[in-house]
């Protein structure tokens, strides 16, 4: 750290505001500025995708389809002349609900598992610590699929598999956390004073524990939405009503080297935004994290 | 009257070298209003016996024995029941200030989650805490209490752990090695702060240290552990005058101001003690014959473990 930065680095210490050192860490890194400006434009683009997208996703003109780049569809049209930009925003849409839902249950059930496991201790964790060994040493793809063939296709089956792919890794993580802090000094302290367990499992040692979870939760949702899209690459996510990158690469693939737009711009898709939530969790790491230095990170 | 009184305590931790015996039929009890302090150098079960009486050994130790709190068994009974007397009845100033207060909670939030349990109401909080604050000679009390405890020196935070032990007013305070790592002028203001609790003469204090001149300045009482045993309690004045027991002499001599003769040896090891004296091997007079287990007995008005005595 330079000599002016560690100047204003006392600066902030002294202003005594709360939350200025994450602020401080983040104007330190010009890179993950931009990472979160992007990643905010994404989030609006998913909210607004109806009013963003200028034409019908599912109006057909067979007349003009396959079609390069125009001012009329910016990204081209696919294999039936649908508007190929209308069809990445809403598909966007589609991958953030399902993603962003998931990624709201599975960290809610995971920590809340993970946390009474660890805190809980003896049989009750040994029960839990080998229910998660079970999910995690299952292929999640492999579940998925079984699952899917089960359920049948659907955003909330979607939602509800993942859900059940995904949630042993956040209980996994917040366990392992609780364990290491559960024996720190202030958690005794905390029961000597004749605080509840509940109490201290929540307020000490909850917000002690969290920060990794958030972290995985942000790339994770990355990881989501690449694996909502290989469902759906492989016919096996989403009715093929509903617009979504990986049914759209899938569809595309027979006209592939005719018209390469109908797979790269789902691909370039599915790529920007994994990238952007998996430098966010990067980012978000660094930040809460004063050990690190802006050197070498975004 | 005795607020605690220890008997027979005897706690052990299964390891892989066998039974570790840490602490060994332990008889000594706590009166109402007095400091009793437990002397004793690391490893020698003092920290256990704290820990003990208030259910905080880790869950593979073996207890057994009696700890009567007011003339009620505390020792074997459930956690719930225990957890009752947490806090207002005994409570605990540990062992590491800055590892014993959450990192992520504002000070006086951690006083205040004390009240909440012994059911202050909420509207008093921040009144009851700034006036606990207060009379431990913090100068802003305010600010300390909207403190994060890193934003606090060492001092202020062993006086706010302190704090924390004393707000609900408990009737029995246990405090583990409250000066260990703190500088001089830390410490010297932790002992004010034990000689103004034993000039108030209301709380009942359960000191564990190897401070020994801490322990002479505020005890009445004053154990001294060896080995795990006690093999010497009596009125504090008199042990550290006229020890008794050869270890106690030892410890009394290796002190600053006594010449700072250093005792020769080690202590034996927990999980292999021998059948006779623990003490034999370092003992500058020792028995002949150390067949026998010395056991505590009573001479000039203390209890001592030496057959010699």
Partial sequence: MSETGTVARIKIWQSNVRGADWYYRLRQRPGLQIVFVLLAVVLIAAVFAPVISPQDPAAQDLYGKNQWMSADHWFGTDYLGRDLFSRVVCGLQTSMAIAVTTIVITFVIGTAIGSYAGYKGGWVDNVIARVIDVFLAFPSIILALALVTLLGSGILNMIFMLSIVQWASFARLMRGQVLAEKNAEYVLSARAAGLPGWWILLKHLMPNCIMPVVVLATMDLGHTILTISTLSFLGLGLPPSIPEWGSMINAGLDSMRTAPLNVIVPGLAITTVTLLFNLAGEGVRDITDPGTDAEGSL | ?309
């Fill in chain 2, 1 to 309: 009257m005795n607020i605690l009184e220890v008997s027979e305590l005897n706690v052990a931790f299964p390891t892989r070298r066998g039974l570790v015996r840490a602490s060994q039929n332990v008889n000594f009890s706590v009166k109402e209003g007095e400091i009793c302090v437990l002397i004793g150098e690391t490893g020698s079960g003092k920290s256990v016996i704290g820990q003990a009486v208030l259910h905080l050994l880790p869950q593979n130790a073996r207890v057994s024995g009696s700890v009567r709190y007011a003339g009620e068994e505390i020792l074997l009974i459930s956690e719930q029941k225990f957890s009752r007397l947490r806090g207002h009845e005994i409570s605990l100033i540990p062992q590491n200030p800055t590892g014993s207060l959450d990192p992520l909670m504002r000070c006086g939030q951690q006083v205040a989650e004390v009240l909440d349990v012994c059911g202050v109401p909420k509207e008093e909080h921040s009144s009851r805490t700034t006036s606990i604050l207060s009379a431990l000679s913090f100068s802003d009390p305010e600010l300390v209490a909207a403190s994060y405890p890193h934003e606090l020196s060492g001092g202020m935070r062993q006086r706010l752990t302190t704090g924390i032990a004393l707000a609900a007013s408990p009737r029995l305070l246990v405090a583990d090695e409250p000066t260990k790592g703190l500088d001089y002028a830390a410490r010297k203001r932790t002992i004010e702060m034990f000689l103004n609790l034993k000039r108030r003469g209301t709380d009942s204090v359960l000191m564990i240290t190897h401070d020994l001149e801490l322990a002479e300045m505020i005890a009445d009482q004053a154990g001294v552990l060896y080995s795990g045993e006690l093999v010497e309690f009596g009125p504090a004045a008199d042990v550290f005058s006229s020890p008794l027991h050869p270890y106690t002499k030892g410890l009394m001599a290796a002190l600053p101001k006594n010449g700072m003769t250093p005792m020769p040896g080690m202590c034996p090891g927990l999980a292999q003690l021998p059948d006779g004296c623990y003490f034999h091997d370092r003992c500058p007079t020792p028995c002949e014959e150390n067949h026998v287990h010395p056991l505590m007995h009573e001479v000039c008005g203390r209890q001592v473990r030496c057959s010699r005595c």
